[in-house]
């Protein structure tokens, strides 16, 4: 780095001053001798990065290439033409036979003759219109055919000083130069090629494995702790021991454990996996080493291996320490289910992997931690005791979990005191951590686009909706046609959903463009659940098909609006058949593996486990589920037409419909029958016994908590609200925003209803057209 202008420390000056620490003219204090210090100092800057300069300029891979050309253009002009001038085969024989040239040399294998002459020879050039000197020496070529009769003009010339005929042969320059220097050409366009593929860091033919990557080689030790990882108090409690074994071994060791030598986080993403194993690193205070699993996979069969080997001696030297492998399955999917066999690089890879997880030593505190979204395409060597023998879901966070991530990422933001964030948790089911930061990020945004000095509920709630279902349009209105078409559409989604039996409230209705939807109608469940039942899935189809029975019903003429709709109800009910066992003629049979339909994978060609009938039989059964939910939702649109209308009504008045509008609307439903009872088999029949009753104290311990929550919600709010009327009170700002803000509406609008963790469903259901 150049020295920069410093305040001198002695009789003789100081650093940065140079040679002029004795000259006493030169008053360092001086404000024009300051910026003289000040431009040398940029000036020895500017030297090093010129130095820098020229050498990344020789060891830039194009100045080899152009000197190379140069040296092959400069080589050939020297070696091949030789000073000979070469004039036209006509020419070369007049002067042969007007005995003009003293020495004739005739080069055989080259079609070459070359005179001496006794004059120079002068020739006008049409070209340049003037008169041209070739000077003594001249050349020119001829056919192979005119060999004989060349040999015979020069024997009856006989020039003075004799001719010969050769079969001349090049030098060991001359060859070098002319053959191999195109050789040498694409060698080097090849070379920087992969050197470019390989990265910055990487070496010849993007080999270096790698020494160029920071992550792998800069094992450093995280600062985030365990309290940084909110709502997910069960996965930290899980990988609590591993940090206590990693600074404490020998309490372990004297007890006889063997702490588990491998962590694979599993979960879906946005979940904070990556944060959680950094947390390991930062409570244990140990080096923290972190890959990607793609990283691992190279073009060259055995990089990733060699990568592998480089990652676990580095971590070996360093140890105790933690290896953490993002995405694994991008390198651990299962083997044998690919196209390419048993020999492809991800396998080697895979194989070196598991090598060194089972060469750790017992004395080794080397921990591995990997991170995937789906555990089950892992090959199942990797998840055998021995190696990764622990695994944690890192799901996405309850209701409390919800609030304990909104705490942490409100830290730093400034509310309005009417602001709770228990209410926004409770109108955030199934967000992840991440989705739950977005919120917030999106709110702070908009307020400070709007010139707000806080976050109020509006903007929490447009925060909501822009993660849900992306940014509202702001494109042209749609014709008045097709706008009440929407509204009819939402509104039979809204409907149908009201009048059933097992669904969620509806929260919210709108007809203004939002993303890719022209509308959207948002169901939000009161509670976490983790499952579903046969009833309740049928009431989400029903209430998918809604809008495309509005259509039917009003309009005689349904649109393509619905086709997501359509998508969405027949995914459940081919899940309903194939998965969960809901259809009595099939049975209690999971027809297809959880892996088996996913788009795009190799897996997916694989042979089907069942047969022509049995197909035949799912698409029936899944058609009939289809028509009976249409059915179901055409009975509630035609019963409650008057509600429709009137929801519709207010839906073109004010675009935007929430709870408590859509429960006065909804006061005058005709809720829909109650199915019968559905029995697998008629040959056994149900039972008519009650299930036993909640115990008391169960309900007290509940209820106590809800109570211990609410009490600390009130108290935090009061604390805020003081907080924020002492800051008012000490900042005059524009407010507007803030005492205009209406109460707080419950908001949703994702599609995400929970089945279990694995299907990778959620806990809201949004509709749109």
Not at 163 to 191: E, K, V
Not at 247 to 268: E, F, H
Not at 672 to 679: K, S, V
Not at 752 to 767: A, E, I, L, R, Y
Request: some cysteine; glycine content about 8%; aromatic content about 6%.
């Amino acid at each position: 780095m150049g020295a920069s202008p410093m305040t001198p420390q002695g009789p003789m000056g100081g650093p940065g001053r140079g040679n002029n620490g004795n000259n006493p003219f030169l008053n360092p204090r001086n404000p024009r001798n300051q910026r003289n210090n000040g431009q040398q100092g940029k000036n020895n800057k500017n030297n090093e990065n010129n130095h820098n300069n020229r050498r990344s300029f020789w060891q830039s891979p194009w100045t080899w290439i152009v000197l190379l050309v140069l040296l092959s253009v400069v080589g050939f002009q020297m070696f091949v033409h030789n000073g000979s001038q070469t004039i036209d085969t006509q020419d070369g024989i007049e002067l042969v036979r007007s005995h003009k040239a003293s020495y004739v040399e005739i080069i055989d294998n080259k079609q070459l003759v070359k005179l001496t002459l006794d004059s120079p020879f002068k020739k006008f050039d049409k070209r340049s219109k003037q008169k041209r000197d070739f000077g003594k020496d001249v050349q020119f070529y001829y056919a192979y055919a005119q060999g004989r009769s060349i040999v015979q003009e020069v024997e009856k010339a006989k020039p003075s000083n004799g001719w010969t005929a050769s079969l001349q042969s090049s030098s060991i320059i001359s060859y070098l130069i002319t053959s191999l220097a195109p050789i040498l050409f694409f060698l080097g366009m090849i070379w920087f090629m992969f050197s470019r593929i390989g990265g910055a860091g990487g070496s010849m033919l993007g080999m270096g494995g790698g020494r160029g990557r920071g992550k792998l080689l800069e094992g450093q030790t995280p600062k985030t702790k365990f309290a940084d990882v909110a709502g997910e108090q069960a996965a930290v409690e899980e990988v609590e021991e591993i940090k206590d074994f990693l600074k404490d071994p020998s309490r372990y060791k004297a007890l006889g454990a063997r702490i588990p030598r491998g962590v694979l986080l599993y979960g879906p993403p946005g979940t904070g996996k990556t944060l959680l194993a950094r947390a390991i690193a930062g409570e244990a205070g140990v080096p923290f080493y972190a890959m990607a699993g793609s990283d691992f996979v190279e073009m060259f069969v055995g990089l990733g291996a060699s990568r592998v080997r480089e990652l676990f001696d580095e971590a070996k030297k360093n140890a105790p320490a933690i290896i953490f492998i993002d995405e694994i399955d991008a390198v651990g999917r299962r083997r044998g289910s690919g196209m390419t066999g048993g020999h492809d690089e991800r396998e080697q890879t895979l194989n070196q992997l598991l090598v060194e997880m089972d060469g750790f030593d017992n004395d080794t505190n080397l921990i591995i931690i990997a991170a995937t979204n789906r555990p089950d395409v892992l090959d199942s060597a990797l998840l055998r005791p021995g190696r990764f023998d622990r695994q944690v879901a890192v799901e996405a966070p309850d209701l409390e979990g919800r609030e304990a991530i909104l705490k942490v990422h409100a830290k730093g933001k400034p509310f309005v005191p009417d602001v709770d964030l228990h209410m926004v948790a409770v109108r955030t089911p199934g967000f992840t951590g991440a989705d739950l930061a977005n919120v917030l990020n999106e709110a702070a945004l908009l307020c400070a686009r709007s010139g707000a000095q806080y976050i109020d509920n509006r903007a929490i709630d447009e925060a909501i909706d822009r993660v849900q279902a992306g940014p509202r349009r702001k494109s042209k209105g749609m014709a008045l046609d097709e706008l009440r078409n929407t509204a009819y559409h939402e509104g039979g989604h809204a409907l149908v959903a009201a009048a059933l039996h097992h669904t969620d409230p509806v929260t919210k209705v709108t007809i203004l463009p939002r993303g890719h939807a022209l509308g959207y109608t948002a169901v939000m469940p009161t509670s976490d659940r983790y499952s579903q039942s046969r009833n309740e899935l049928l009431d989400q189809m029903a209430y998918a098909m809604g809008g495309r029975t509005a259509e039917e019903v009003v309009f005689h003429d349904p649109t393509t609006g619905a086709s997501n709709d359509i998508e969405k109800a027949t995914a459940i009910a081919r899940k309903m058949v194939v998965e969960y066992g809901f259809s009595a003629k099939l049975g209690a049979v999971k027809w297809m593996d959880t892996d088996e339909d996913s788009s795009g994978s190799l897996d997916s060609l694989q042979p089907r486990k069942f047969s022509n009938r049995t197909a035949e039989v799912i698409d029936e059964e899944v058609h009939k589920l289809i028509e009976t939910a249409h059915t179901e939702a055409w009975e509630i649109i035609n019963n409650n037409r008057d509600v429709l209308d009137e929801l519709v009504r207010q839906l073109l008045a004010k675009e935007t419909l929430n709870e408590k509008e859509l429960k006065e609307i909804f006061s005058k439903i005709r809720k829909a029958p109650e199915r019968t009872l559905w029995l697998s088999d008629d040959r056994r029949p149900d039972s008519d016994l009650p299930p036993v009753e909640i115990p008391e104290s169960l309900k007290r311990n509940v209820e106590g908590k809800n109570e211990q929550s609410e009490a600390s919600e009130l108290s935090e709010s009061s604390n805020n609200a003081t907080s924020q009327n002492q800051q008012s009170d000490q900042m005059s700002v524009d407010t507007s925003i803030q005492t205009t803000a209406p109460a707080p509406r419950t908001v949703i609008g994702t599609v995400k209803p929970p089945v279990n963790p694995s299907t990778n469903q959620n806990d809201g259901t949004q509709f749109g057209a």
